[in-house]
Structures are given as structure tokens and as C-alpha cells.
């Protein structure tokens, strides 16, 4: 305790210190995101085609991560997919906005050759099944826009499951 | 095919073959980080008409500060594509020291090429709280220093020393910005009076803005290559004969920030004190940095320092050092140099620093 | 590799989820100053310096190697510091190596580091980029779909992660520098743990630790010094490889990655091993999430595709009974600084082959391979150790 003269008595060394820091970016989607961006504003899936591998690849990142080559043809696609695989996330963590538990999946729309992760929900965790057949969610059209948050979540359509052998090859 | 020049540290002749930057600027709105590395990627390799597959090795340089997010090298190895595949690797450090990783590789014979890149956009963070971050977390950073200040510490120090004036600093950064209109390439270039950059205000006393970097948005890429292939790929590798990196302590406190010993230390180990130097890049961010380097390196009058403007003219932190060892190279490939220095630096008030003597033949 | 090089010294923390009593400055020494007392030298007769860790959020402070240089002596000499996510422990260690076989060197300290409790580190691992949707909730979150994929591809049943998690807990009890000492660790206790990301449960998982590991790494000359020195052997590095590649492509498997398998035939033919599971007699692998144990055993080529749960089923990777005992040290599972783990493998192969391994020794071992990964499953660092000179 200190005293009245501000000694600090026997209160013992400095062990931790606390230093806050806050750090503000701006940060830059790049123009093949901004596609795929512009396209989750007008509530569609806006995918790139690699000329060289012919994959397509939703979100687009501006370059095949195989081919290193610009990736510019657009291809638009469904809001239907499948459920390649997923985890139910039952642990807390800073930044965390979803109520637990929440199903995190991977998701692979039709005509897509990579998956991407969302948010499965309208079916109990216990029932999400690997080749769910799935269809996105939009958030209402006033509140669209460019990201992938205008995507609330993905549903099962009550499809038949689509076949291992279908999507096996993008686990 | 000439003979190569004889190796004054390690065990075979490794030469720069290949360099391509960005056109540096303020900020880059538009691309990402992998997408302003592509053009780069791709330039440094057309440059010798090969591709991806013919590097055994590819390291980076970048750091996660400048990008706000962990992991940031990763999305990068999308410019290059590394499939299948590929013996890859990663300094958190100016790309200079990613090139030392892939020379020392190259030292032992099992590859015979490398890639070597670095890349950072300076415009979207808070610079000088981000490199405040750098300095002793327990007693430095909490005061949150920014770099101009600190450099203003050192060029007060230097000129208290009678090492140099608010002129001769003036002299370094008109001649440097005036190099720049001869490099398509660099963001700040201009033709200044000395007695214009004098009238300037102090930014932070005794420095004036003329004697501080830019903030840049930029990205470099050096192909390296060992003897045998640098001569099918170009007419005139620039083969590094000796590099070597040096660090001095971090208490500033502790440190004559007037002088460089590890830059003379490293300078040394890197056959540089041999003499015969005709240019010099060097990585002095702030203008009275390269009257402390100058005298660190013992260079003569007539080197040739900073022809490409040097980082006064464009400071894309994480590539700026790797960019003078492929500013000398090129001066070297082209015909316009024999013998050059390249010098690179990390950390606060060239704590830390890394030479490279390049010989053409 | 031109010049050999061995593992003359190593050092290690007692890994704990905070060190209060030391600064950053003060982990790494404890380290450090360990591997150098263990090689018999002091500061000075050191080089060059390698270190590494993971992203810098980790602790908030940028560049680390500047703030550290003079508490790692190296001061007047180089220092890099190596970021290659997860594996960068062992890459760090290679890069040193290459310093030593390129015949740069003689005498190289290598030191990897977290002290992560300084910083929130499943939010440094999740740090919110925009346009995304804030799904990803840490590394477990990245890695139990990829999980369930293995378990649905293999059709293992639904408790070799289970075993996996209580074997590693046991090795550990041997192992005074574990973080994790689970006495009392059994199926049941795992089973009832909470479900974290389904299918990983809590026991599951690796903790967090703050912790360090240092080794020096030696020219055959300064090998020869040192083992006069001190009556201690060195650890022959046959072999040492890197690879990586894309995070996501189409048609990349993530369960079996192909970077993995490359890494591992290039360190075999340098050390000329053709039966993994005969020719090492231990192993130190990346395991942070239990069903890695028997997806490794697959991508390093231990059993064939599809068979790695059965290897684990069976006790064939259990210090007791099995023939090819893998994380005795505990492993990731039982300690998990993270920029460190990945030289905690390299470091507690070098241990075994030295016989220096205390509890957790394996009898009469000659050869044994380390293992780091990180990233998506990208990235891959992996070095053989050998009692014979190569």
C-alpha cells in the first residue's frame, strides 16, 4: 500500500505490463475479390475460370493458386451446392458473433471446383450429413451488400443427398 | 561463356540473373498484395524466358504487421503458383535477407535457381505506430516512438558530431530525387534546388520532409541463379561474390548511432573493403543515412551512390533492401558497372545490415 | 547437402499456459542458455543466430529478432528470423543447418518461441477479414472438417482419435518439460470432455503453452570438439527437406496432402530410408488435433492409405509394446508453444538419438525422424537424426 508521501512501501517489483494496442487498416479485396464482392451485392455467386486448368473458383482470388495466371473469364453460378464436409463449433472465442453451437461447412456450389465455408442452419446439428444438398440464404434486399455476410447461411433444399463418388474429390 | 569472377565468401559464384518491381506509388487502391505481385512474378521470369519450374527454391519477404492479419505470406504463393509442389520458405525480414536464405541453399549444389520476392503496402496501416512495434515492448514501445522522431535523434547525433549539416543532408536527398527522373520506375523524382529544400519546414527538427522515405506501396523479385544456368539465361549475370548481415544491439541507448560497425563488419566479410566499387545502392531510408553508411563502407567520392534514387525516391518497406541488390545487379547486367555494393537494413537506425558486392565480367 | 552437421546441444522451457516469472527476452535465454551449457560452450563461440515463430501477433511485438538480438548474443553477428506458419520450428532449424552444410559456419544457435499468453492467440489465429463472414473459429475450426473427411474416407471408427489423445498424455507424464501432465488421463475422461468442433473434443486438442527450444547445430569439426568436450554424442543430420503449396485449389486433398508426401520422399532418399516404419526407431510428429496421428502415418508413408488408424489401434505408436513409438515427448498434444512445437520435434529426435532422453528415452535408438507442419496442412518441414556420421 502506498503511503501518504506516494512511497511505494513493499508493494514488490513490476512483473506485467499491460499495453494496449489498436491498430486500424484499410484494407483492399484487390479487383478479383471486388468481383466476387460486387456480385454477393446483387445477391449472386460470381466465380473466375483459370484458362489454363479450366477450374472455376469462387470467391476469386486474381490468380489460379496452381497456374499462377490471371484468372479473368466470370462465370456466374447457382445458389444451390453441396455439403463436402463440416464441424459443429461449440467453443467461445473473441470475436465470435454466432450463438453456439453453429455448423461450419464446406461448401460446394454447382459448377464450382473449390469449396468455400459457411454457415449451415434450419436442420438440427445431429442430422448435417456430408453431401447435404444446400441453397443459399439471402440476407432481405435492402441490407445486401458486398460481402460474403450477405450470405445469412445455407439450408438443405431436401434434395437427395448427392453421392460420395459426386464431391469426393473435394475433400 | 566468360569465366566467373572468383568468390570471395562461400563456395560457388551465385549471380542475379533477373529483377522486376512494381511502379511504386503512394497507394495502390485497387490491387491486392497477390495481385500487385503478379505482373512482378511474372516480369522477373519472362525477363529470361523461364517459368516457375525452373526455380528449385522460392523465398519471401514480407511481414504480417504491414498487412494486419497472421499468415500474410501465404496468400502471396499465389503470384507464383506453387504447384506441384516446392521447397519454399519465408523471412519475416526485407526481402534482402530472403535472398541470403536462397544463396546459402545455393551454396550446396542440390538447386541451381531460386525466386526470391518481397512485397508490402505501406498506405494501409499507421506506418509509424506499426513500426513502433519493432522497439522493446517492455520499455520502448509502450512510449510509442514514431520512426521520424527517432531518426531525428540520429540526425541530431550526427550533426553534433560534426559528421555532417542540415545541407549536406539537403545535398543527399536533391541528388537522390534527381537520380529518380532517370528510373521510370520510382514514385518520388523531381529537380530541387538545394536552397528550396533548406527553406522547407522542419518536420521534426533537424529533419525537413526532403530527408524523409515516401510511404510506398510496392513489390521486387530477383531470380538468382548458379553459375552454369545464370550463362544460359543472360549474357551478363551479376554474380554475388561476397554477402554477408550483421545485427548491432537494440538499446538505442546503448549504440553511437553516428556510426555503422555492422555495416563495416558486414562490408568486410563480403570482400567489399577490396575497393573498385562503381555503384552503390544503399537502403538509407532517412537522408542523413547515407553520410553514416558512406563512412561505414569507406566509399571514395567517385562511387556512384543511389542512380536508381535509392529509397528516398520509393521505400516499399519488406522489398526496398532486396531492390538495391537488383538495382546494382542491373547496372551490372546492363553493361554500366564491373564491381557494385548493395546494402540493405532492418530494424530501427540501421540496427541491423546486410552487403553484397556484385561483379559483372 | 555439402558439409555435415549435427545436433551438438539442445534446451527447452518447462512449457506452461503463462511464464509470469520471464520477459520474451528471458524465455528464449532459458532456452538458449540450456542448449549451450548441454554443447558445452559459452555465447561467444557461436556464429550466427536462426530464429523463429509464428505470426508476431502472437505477443504484439514486430520483428522480434531486433528486440532479442543482444539476449541472444548476437549482437556483432547475423540473426534471420524463419515464418513459415505451423512448421516454421522446423524450418528454422533447417535454415540453420544450411549455414552448417553450406559450409558457412561452424557453430549455429537455432531458437524457436511463443510466449502467447502475452496476446490472445485464437484471436491472432482468427483475426476478422473483411468482406469474409466471421465463421472460422480457430485452428480447430479450420481443421475438423478436414478430419471428418479422413474418418469418412478410411472408415475409422469413431475412437482412434480418443487413443491417440490418451497415449500422447501418458508420454508426456515422462517428460518433465510437458505442459501438459494428465495423470489421470483415460477413454472415459476424453470421452466426456466437451465437444470443442465436432468431431474434436476438448482433450482432443493441443493446449496452449508459452515455452522455447534452442539447439546447436555444428560442423563436423566442431561436432568432433564438442563430443570431446563433453562425453556427449552427437545427432547426425542425414537428411532435411521442405516443402509447400497452395492453401486451396481445386482438387487438392487436404486429408493426404501431396507437399506432405513429396517432403518425405525427399529427406528418405537423402537418407537412404525405405521402410519407414522398420528403418526409424522413433518418431516426433506435428500432432495438434488427435486424428493428425493416423493421417500422418499415411502421408509419411508409416502404413499404406487408409491404414494409419489401424497402426494406432493396434499400439504400434505407444512407448509400451509398440514398434514404432511416435510422440514420446508428449508431443503437440501435451505441449503446444507454437512457433516452438514444430523445433520441438527436431529437438526431441535429437534427444533420442543422443540417448539423452531421459523417462521418455527409447531403448537403443539409431535413427529417428522429426516432423513439422502448418498452415492448411501446407506447409511441411521434416529432418532424419542418426547416431552414424552420414
Known sequence: MADASGASGDRGPVTALATPIRLDYRFTAGTAQSRTLRGLARGKFIGQRCPVCHKVYMPSRGSCPTDGVGTDDEVELPDTGTVTTFCVVNVPFAGQTIELPYICAQILLDGANISFMGLIQEIPAAEVRMGLRVEAVWVPEDELGPTMASVRYFRPTGEPDADYETFKEYL | MSPAPPVHRGSRPVAVVSFAQTQHVRREANRNEVELLMPVIKEVFANIGITKDDVGFICSGSTDYLVGGPFSFVAALDAVGVWPPRRESHVEMDAAWALFEAWVLLQEGEIDAALVYGFGKSSMGDLAKILALQLDPYVMAPLWPDPVSLAALQARALIDAGKASERAIAEVAARSRRSALANPKAQVADDWSVDDLMAEEYVVNPLRRHALPPLTDGAAAVVLATEERAFEWVERPAFITGIDHRVETHALGARDLTVSPSTTKAASVAGAAAGGIDVAELHAPFAHQELILREALGLPDSVDVNPSGGPLAANPIMSAGLIRIGEAAARIMAGEATRALA??????????????????T | MAERCAVIGVGQTVHRSKREDVSIAGLVREAAQRALDDAGLGWRDIDAVVIGKAPDMFEGVMMPELYLAGALGAVGKPIMRVHTAGSVGGSTAIVAAHLVTSGLHQRVLTVAFEKQSDSDAMWALSVPQPFAAPLLAGAGGYFAPIIRAYIRRSGAPSHIGMEVAVKDRLHALRNPYAHLHLADISMEKVEESVMLWDPIRYLETCPSSD???AMVLASERAAGEAEAATGRRPAWVHGMAMRS?????????????????????????????????????????????SWFEPMWLENLGFCDEGDGWKLTDEGATSMDGGDIPWNCSGGVLSSNPIGASGMLRFLEVALQVRGEAGEHQVDGVRRALGQAYGGGSQFFAMWVLAVDKP
Open chain 2, 343 to 360: 546494402h540493405a537494413t532492418s530494424g530501427p537506425l540501421l540496427q541491423q545490415n546486410l552487403v553484397a558486392v556484385l561483379e559483372g
Open chain 3, 211 to 213: 515455452g522455447a527450444a
Open chain 3, 245 to 289: 503449396e497452395p492453401t486451396m485449389f481445386a482438387g487438392r486433398d487436404q486429408v493426404n496432402p501431396r507437399a506432405g508426401k513429396d517432403c518425405a520422399a525427399d529427406v528418405y532418399a537423402q537418407a537412404g530410408v525405405e521402410r519407414p516404419r522398420q528403418d526409424f526407431d522413433v518418431a516426433e510428429v506435428y500432432v495438434p488435433f
